[in-house]
C-alpha cells in the first residue's frame, strides 16, 4: 500500500529522533516518496543534511527565508497538498500541546494544519511524561479531533528507566500507515485490485545512435493507468520513452526494448488486470553494433537481418490465472476489427482495443482517439479525448463489478 505514496516525515526535538532516519529509508525501501520537515529543535540530534541527502529533497525547517525572502513561506500549503499521509515520528510532548492547540510557530505545525491528507503521531518521550494528565488530555483530545496515534512501546529509555515511552520499531510504523492508507484509499470499482498497464513504444537498437521504433507517446496507456487508479486500483505502469509526462501518484518502471518488458512483466504477471497499451516492435536486429555502423562509399545498399522479439501478450495468455483480466491493444490499416477478432481468440485475451489508425484524430501521438472495444460477441465504439475513452472503456468493463 506505500508504493507509488507520498509520506511528509515531520521530525521532532526528541532523541529518538535518530530513529527517523531508519524510518525513512524503510518507507522509501517499501516504494514511497519522502518529504521530511523538522522542528528546530529536532536539529539538534541529527543534522537536516542527513535527511536531506537521504530524502533527495530540501528538509522544510523554516517558514521564512531570511536568506532567500518568499521563497518558501508557502512551502507548507504546497507540501499539505502533495502527501497522501503525514507522518510524526518522534512527536514530543511539546509538539502535541502545539498540535492541539493549533500553533503553527514552525514549518512542521504550519504544514500540520494545512494538511489535506490522514496524520499518524508517533508520541514519544519518558514514560512520567507520557502518562502525565496534561499529555494524557492532548492524546485523547487528539483522537477526538482525527488523528491517528500509535502508542510508543515500552523499554529502556535515554533517561535509564524501563517504562513506556520508546519510538516504535519502523515496522510497526510501516503497518500502521499502510492500514491507514487503505482505509483512506480511492473507492470504486476497482478497489482492492492490482492493475498493470504497459504504455509507449519499444527501441530496438541497431547501433548506439539508430533504433527501430515506432511514433506512440505513451498517452493511451497514461490515460488507461489513471483511469484505473481513479476507479481505486492498485497501479503500476511500465513505460517505455514516451513524449508525455508520467501520471501523478502512480508508481512506474521505465523499460526500452522488448525484451526489457518481457522482464517486467514477467515480474508482475500475477496482477489481477492487465492493460498491454505499450506499442511493442515485433521484431529487432539480431546484432546490435557496439559501435555506429559507418555507411560505404562503395556500396548504396545494406541490409539489416531482424529477429522476432518476445511475444509478451501471447506469454501473458497462455499463462493466465483463472480470476485474471487481460486487455489488449490492436493498431492496423486495413481490416481492422477482424485482424483485432482474430488477436482476441490467438492470444487468450478477455478483452481487446482496436485502435483506428486512419481516421482523424485518432491514432499516434494525438490527444483524441477512436477505440472499439471487443470481447466474446461484444463490440461497442468509443471516440474522444483519451481520458476520457480510457474511463468509459473501464467502466464498461468493470463498471457492472
Aim: proline residues 4%; contains cysteine.
Amino acid at each position: 500500500m506505500l508504493s507509488g505514496k507520498r509520506i511528509i516525515l515531520g521530525v521532532t526535538g526528541g532523541i529518538a529522533a535518530y530513529k527517523a532516519v531508519v524510518l525513512l529509508r524503510e518507507f522509501q525501501k517499501a516504494g514511497a516518496e519522502v518529504r521530511v520537515t523538522m522542528t528546530p529543535s529536532a536539529t539538534r540530534f541529527v543534522g537536516s543534511e542527513t535527511f536531506a541527502a537521504l530524502s533527495r529533497n530540501e528538509v522544510a525547517l523554516e517558514v521564512f527565508n531570511d536568506e532567500k525572502p518568499g521563497k518558501n513561506w508557502t512551502k507548507h500549503i504546497h507540501w499539505g497538498e502533495w502527501a497522501d499521509l503525514f507522518v510524526i515520528a518522534p512527536c514530543t510532548a511539546n509538539t502535541l500541546a502545539k498540535i492541539v492547540h493549533g500553533q503553527s510557530d514552525n514549518m512542521l505545525t504550519s504544514t500540520l494544519l494545512a494538511a489535506r491528507c490522514p496524520v499518524l503521531i508517533c508520541p514519544t518521550m519518558d514514560g512520567e511524561m507520557y502518562e502525565s494528565p496534561a499529555v494524557s488530555k492532548n492524546l485523547e483530545k487528539l483522537r477526538e479531533m482525527g488523528y491517528y496515534l500509535l502508542e510508543p512501546d515500552e523499554g529502556y529509555l535515554a533517561s535509564g528507566l524501563e517504562a513506556i515511552g520508546r519510538l516504535p520499531e519502523p515496522d510497526s510504523i510501516l503497518e500502521k500507515s499502510s492500514e491507514i492508507i487503505m482505509e483512506h484509499r480511492i473507492q470504486g470499482p476497482l478497489t482492492g485490485k492490482k492493475v498493470i498497464v504497459t504504455a509507449g513504444p519499444t527501441r530496438e537498437f541497431i547501433d548506439p545512435v539508430r533504433f527501430i521504433s515506432n511514433p506512440s507517446s505513451g498517452k493511451m496507456g497514461v490515460a488507461m493507468a489513471e483511469s484505473a487508479r481513479a476507479m481505486g486500483a492498485d497501479v503500476t505502469l511500465l513505460h517505455g520513452p514516451m513524449t508525455t509526462a508520467n501520471p501523478d501518484r502512480i508508481q512506474s518502471t521505465s523499460f526500452t526494448s522488448a525484451d526489457e518488458l518481457f522482464e517486467l512483466v514477467q515480474k508482475h504477471a500475477d496482477a489481477d488486470i492487465v492493460i498491454m497499451a505499450a506499442a511493442v516492435a515485433d521484431y529487432k536486429p539480431d546484432k546490435r553494433s557496439d559501435q555506429k555502423i559507418k555507411k560505404s562509399e562503395s556500396d548504396d545498399e545494406s541490409s539489416i537481418h531482424l529477429t522476432r522479439t518476445p511475444d509478451v501478450l501471447a506469454w501473458l495468455g497462455e499463462r493466465k490465472p483463472e480470476q485474471q483480466v487481460l486487455i489488449g491493444f490492436a493498431m492496423e490499416t486495413e481490416n481492422l476489427i477482424d485482424n483485432a477478432r482474430s488477436k482476441l481468440k490467438k492470444k487468450n485475451l478477455d478483452w481487446i482495443c482496436a485502435n483506428e489508425l486512419n481516421s482523424e484524430g485518432s491514432g499516434f501521438e494525438s490527444d483524441t482517439n477512436t477505440i472499439h472495444l471487443l470481447g466474446e460477441d461484444f463490440h461497442k465504439e468509443f471516440s474522444g479525448k483519451k481520458s476520457e475513452i480510457a474511463s468509459e472503456i473501464l467502466m464498461e468493463i468493470f463498471g457492472s463489478d
